[in-house]
């Protein structure tokens, strides 16, 4: 059986692994000069392959249709992937938040790794070819129409494999091309979003944004508030970062998945009625947190205010604080009123941005939406549509928070659609 694997991604280079083990012809067909560019700056270039925690929990970690995916990561696990990278020489390390990682702390060498494997398993491998049209007779998938060197050409095959990413990263190549051949079939694409995006700040809180850019704040909780109900959205701890246009980092990543399906939310940022309650201090209590800045200021009580928070605060956020938390400046710390540090408490426990939106598609990390999932049988990730023609990776309409678990349904569609 000859087997079109459209896509050089992890979910490409997986299906095409599989399909060859299995005993089929396999081609790769990669539009960009090498395989796997977008894997290359995953986790900041060093690739968070995967998440350490039970496969059953990946589920809860899918927000966008993760029920669907409950068959591929019972047939491909994390440990399956593990176990690939581990048999190339490449060993991995557990960090927080059961985040894998290369123990090189190198992307470059999970994709060497990958591609040996392919090497080995004689996939065939070619590159600056753009596929436009997938060719179909009486509801068959038989072949692709491709442009190779900017050279037209048909290629048959038995079977095909769309993985072509989504719209995230363009330098990489994903474009979003796959999602035009797939409607070209008669394939419904969802509605396409950013998600694993930063946020936007609004008016005056962008000011702050700007003061505090390039800030990484570490073991802090957020909570992200729809402030017109008064209600809770998402919440998280970990790390965060502040930028000359809001907010990112990991838990600010996360919460844009959960963000974007939230009811009416554009409308709701244009509002100026969403906003992100950061805890600068999340392991004290407001009690044990105003105890704590009563003792740091009895050492300093002959001192400004201003130059009294050096042990509480990262440097960089003290004169932003200072200026919130609308205590004057000069004012010696022995003559701050209890009044005043309680303001204090309420600003470091209740550090508010309002957002108004997120960057564009073309900085998500992740894309929501895509081929829906109501037109691929889950067990074997084929088309209902079009016989022969099967789904992998980021192109299908599913998506995760971040911590590993989207290259994990990258390798998982991937495997599942190379072996059916």
Same mark, same amino acid.
């Given at each position: 059986?000859?087997?079109?694997?459209?896509?050089?991604?992890?979910?490409?280079?997986?299906?095409?692994?599989?399909?060859?083990?299995?005993?089929?012809?396999?081609?790769?067909? !990669? +539009?960009?000069?090498?395989?796997? $560019?977008?894997? /290359?700056? *995953? %986790?900041?270039?060093?690739?968070? @392959? #995967?998440? &350490?925690?039970?496969?059953?929990?990946?589920?809860?970690?899918?927000?966008?249709?993760?029920?669907?995916?409950?068959?591929?990561?019972?047939?491909?696990?994390?440990?399956?992937?593990?176990?690939?990278?581990?048999?190339?020489?490449?060993?991995?390390?557990?960090?927080?938040?059961?985040?894998?990682?290369?123990?090189?702390?190198?992307?470059?060498?999970?994709?060497?790794?990958?591609?040996?494997?392919?090497?080995?398993?004689?996939?065939?491998?070619?590159?600056?070819?753009?596929?436009?049209?997938?060719?179909?007779?009486?509801?068959?998938?038989?072949?692709?129409?491709?442009?190779?060197?900017?050279? !037209? +050409?048909?290629?048959?095959?038995? $079977?095909?494999? /769309?993985? *072509? %990413?989504?719209?995230?990263?363009? @330098? #990489?190549? &994903?474009?979003?091309?796959?999602?035009?051949?797939?409607?070209?079939?008669?394939?419904?694409?969802?509605?396409?979003?950013?998600?694993?995006?930063?946020?936007?700040?609004?008016?005056?809180?962008?000011?702050?944004?700007?003061?505090?850019?390039?800030?990484?704040?570490?073991?802090?909780?957020?909570?992200?508030?729809?402030?017109?109900?008064?209600?809770?959205?998402?919440?998280?701890?970990?790390?965060?970062?502040?930028?000359?246009?809001?907010?990112?980092?990991?838990?600010?990543?996360?919460?844009?998945?959960?963000?974007?399906?939230?009811?009416?939310?554009?409308?709701?940022?244009?509002?100026?009625?969403?906003?992100?309650?950061?805890?600068? $201090?999340?392991? /004290?209590?407001?009690?044990?947190?105003?105890?704590? @800045?009563?003792?740091?200021?009895?050492?300093?009580?002959?001192?400004?205010?201003?130059?009294?928070?050096?042990?509480?605060?990262?440097?960089?956020?003290?004169?932003?604080?200072?200026?919130?938390?609308?205590?004057?400046?000069?004012?010696?710390?022995?003559?701050?009123?209890?009044?005043?540090?309680?303001?204090?408490?309420?600003?470091?426990?209740?550090?508010?941005?309002?957002?108004?939106?997120?960057?564009?598609?073309?900085?998500?990390?992740?894309?929501?939406?895509?081929?829906?999932?109501?037109?691929?049988?889950?067990?074997?990730?084929?088309?209902?549509?079009?016989?022969?023609?099967?789904?992998?990776?980021?192109?299908?309409?599913?998506?995760?928070?971040?911590?590993?678990?989207?290259?994990?349904?990258?390798?998982?569609?991937?495997?599942?659609?190379?072996?059916?």
């Amino acid at each position: 059986m000859k087997t079109l694997v459209i896509g050089g991604g992890p979910a490409g280079m997986l299906a095409a692994l599989h399909a060859s083990q299995c005993g089929d012809q396999v081609i790769i067909l !990669e +539009k960009m000069n090498s395989l796997g $560019k977008k894997l /290359l700056i *995953t %986790g900041k270039g060093r690739c968070n @392959i #995967t998440s &350490s925690i039970p496969m059953e929990e990946f589920i809860t970690n899918v927000p966008g249709n993760g029920i669907f995916l409950y068959s591929c990561f019972n047939q491909f696990t994390n440990k399956d992937i593990i176990d690939i990278l581990e048999k190339e020489g490449l060993k991995v390390k557990e960090e927080r938040g059961h985040r894998v990682f290369p123990i090189t702390d190198s992307a470059k060498d999970v994709l060497k790794a990958l591609e040996r494997q392919l090497n080995k398993a004689k996939v065939e491998i070619q590159t600056n070819t753009k596929v436009e049209k997938i060719l179909v007779e009486n509801g068959i998938a038989i072949g692709v129409q491709c442009l190779f060197y900017d050279k !037209e +050409k048909t290629i048959l095959a038995d $079977k095909i494999i /769309l993985a *072509t %990413g989504g719209k995230s990263y363009p @330098i #990489t190549g &994903s474009t979003g091309d796959g999602y035009e051949i797939a409607k070209e079939l008669g394939h419904t694409v969802t509605k396409l979003k950013p998600s694993l995006i930063p946020l936007t700040a609004s008016k005056e809180y962008l000011h702050i944004c700007k003061q505090l850019q390039g800030l990484s704040l570490r073991n802090v909780k957020i909570q992200i508030r729809d402030t017109q109900k008064n209600k809770l959205i998402y919440e998280d701890f970990g790390e965060m970062l502040f930028t000359h246009w809001g907010l990112s980092g990991p838990i600010i990543l996360s919460s844009s998945a959960h963000l974007l399906r939230y009811p009416k939310v554009e409308e709701l940022l244009k509002k100026n009625s969403i906003a992100v309650f950061i805890d600068l $201090k999340p392991a /004290l209590t407001e009690e044990k947190l105003e105890d704590r @800045i009563l003792r740091d200021f009895e050492k300093v009580k002959n001192k400004e205010y201003k130059n009294s928070l050096d042990n509480l605060l990262p440097n960089k956020m003290i004169d932003t604080i200072v200026e919130l938390s609308e205590i004057e400046s000069n004012k010696k710390v022995n003559s701050i009123t209890k009044e005043e540090r309680k303001r204090l408490v309420k600003l470091l426990k209740n550090f508010v941005v309002i957002i108004n939106g997120f960057r564009p598609i073309e900085e998500a990390i992740i894309t929501s939406g895509g081929i829906s999932t109501k037109e691929i049988n889950p067990k074997t990730m084929e088309s209902k549509l079009i016989k022969g023609l099967y789904f992998a990776g980021e192109i299908i309409d599913v998506d995760a928070y971040t911590g590993g678990f989207n290259l994990q349904i990258a390798y998982s569609t991937g495997f599942v659609a190379g072996g059916h």
